[in-house]
């Protein structure tokens, strides 16, 4: 789970076993909705349900936008420093009965680099820390002793993270097991054997280790998958996404449930792999930064193609995707037309089949109408994310590209 749904759970866990739930169904959008006014009974657990019998819930405070975003964790300042070179030594060989022994003092090791490296496992920048030092290298010691290296620092990132520094894009990790050397180690110092020369047999110089190198880096994440999830919140995104795929992002009856991407792979039979993006919910007025504002939008821009979720417990659906439209193409121009599919969810609700046919007709191109919390239909919407990715892969050979491979 990531660290925003934790967070949210803890808050919620205060209103558990009231037994006052209702599963909301329609998002309204407004400045004071950010949380709901019900908890989910996911969120049950034992100890606290018998809390509940003790004290009486506090009112819960209501996220602001501008909190909400500081849980949306998609970019970081980073300072990276690479270790520090060992220094030389300056001393001379001594034993009983030799009177001259020569320069022994040897060099310091290098200071080891810091790394960012691509793991699938991470989902998100959560997890990295806003400044790293790389492992010092070792002085060096005497009879020639050199000092041990420092150890590689690696800085786990997730697939997809764009490095800046200044407005430069330094580098682009966008394959798995992509790495950027971030910052360099310094160099040893050298001991005083080193400088040992037929003119000079004594020598006594020995130099100090390099500092390594200092960086301020800009970390962005652009997930990078197949398809992409875009709908408003609480339309059913993360529940389409745990019907589908091996993923496992919270669902809960409030809106901004999900505040990081989350990729899921969608396995078929024939081993082929989709990877589907479940994208933090959009809201009218998000290209002026109204709830999480359109800065995760970013997301969308490397997905192939795009899954418009439309909630069809909603009056008037259609207007859901005409305004998705109009955020996107907002963001970028000419993103609204990429490759898409319609997903009219909850169908299961009966006020929500009933409003299909109207949908249809007004979208004038087929709603794949399904119920991410029943499964029913849900293969209609597999053989159509098959197709967008076959359309993906014949495109992206005809332009002579290499389609994305999971
Ligand atoms: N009846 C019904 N309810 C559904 C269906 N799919 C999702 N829901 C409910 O809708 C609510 C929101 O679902 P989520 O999957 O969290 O929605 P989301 O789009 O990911 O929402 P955000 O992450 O907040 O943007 C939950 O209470 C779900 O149980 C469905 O097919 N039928
Ligand atoms: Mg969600």
């Not at 970081?76 to 022994?101: I, M, N, Q, T, Y």
């Not at 998100?124 to 400044?131: H, Q, T």
């Not at 050199?146 to 800085?155: P, T």
């Not at 020598?203 to 398809?227: I, M, S």
Request: with cysteine; net charge positive.
């Amino acid at each position: 789970a990531m660290i925003p749904s934790r967070l949210f759970s803890a808050r919620l866990r205060l209103l558990e076993g009231m037994g006052r739930w209702t599963p909301s169904t329609q998002a309204v959008l407004g400045p004071g909705w950010l949380l709901p006014q019900h908890a989910s009974p996911r969120l049950l657990s034992v100890s606290c349900a018998d809390g509940a019998k003790h004290q009486e819930p506090r009112r819960k405070k209501l996220l602001s936008e501008k909190q909400l975003k500081r849980h949306f964790v998609d970019h970081r300042r980073v300072l990276v420093r690479g270790g520090r070179g060992g220094d030389g030594v300056s001393c001379f060989h001594s034993e009983p009965r030799k009177e001259f022994g020569g320069p022994d003092g040897g060099d310091g090791g290098n200071g080891g680099h810091v790394i960012l490296r691509v793991d699938q496992q991470v989902k998100s920048l959560a997890s990295v820390l806003s400044r790293y030092q790389g492992f010092d290298g070792e002085d060096g010691g005497r009879k020639n002793c050199f000092g041990r290296n420092g150890a590689l620092l690696y800085i786990r990132v997730p697939l997809g993270t764009l490095v800046k520094e200044g407005h430069e894009v330094v580098a682009d990790l966008s394959h798995p097991g992509d790495e950027y050397v971030a910052a360099l180690g310094g160099a040893g110092g050298k001991g005083n054997r080193f400088f040992l020369a037929n003119d000079n047999r004594a020598p006594v110089t020995c130099t100090p280790g390099q500092p390594g190198q200092e960086r301020v880096l800009f970390l962005e994440l652009k997930t990078v998958a197949h398809a992409g999830m875009v709908g408003f919140p609480n339309a059913g995104k993360s529940s389409l996404l745990r019907a589908i795929s091996n993923a496992k992002p919270t669902v809960a009856s409030y809106p901004f449930t999900t505040l990081n991407p989350h990729v899921g792979i969608v396995h078929y039979e024939d081993h082929q792999q989709i990877a589907v993006a479940d994208i933090p919910g959009l809201v009218r007025g998000a290209h002026r930064n109204r709830g999480l504002g359109c800065a995760f939008l970013r997301h969308v821009e490397r997905c192939r193609f795009l899954l418009f979720v439309v909630d069809l417990s909603v009056p008037e659906p259609w207007t859901q995707v005409e305004d998705l439209k109009y955020e996107l193409e907002k963001y970028e121009e000419g993103l609204s037309a990429r490759p898409h599919a319609i997903v009219a969810n909850k169908i299961d609700l009966p006020e929500a089949r009933a409003r299909l046919p109207e949908l249809q007709a007004r979208l004038g191109q087929k709603a794949i109408a399904l119920s991410a919390a029943t499964g029913e239909n849900l293969e209609e919407l597999l053989l159509r994310l098959k197709d967008l990715h076959e359309e993906h892969v014949a495109n992206e050979l005809a332009r002579g590209r290499q389609p994305l491979r999971w």
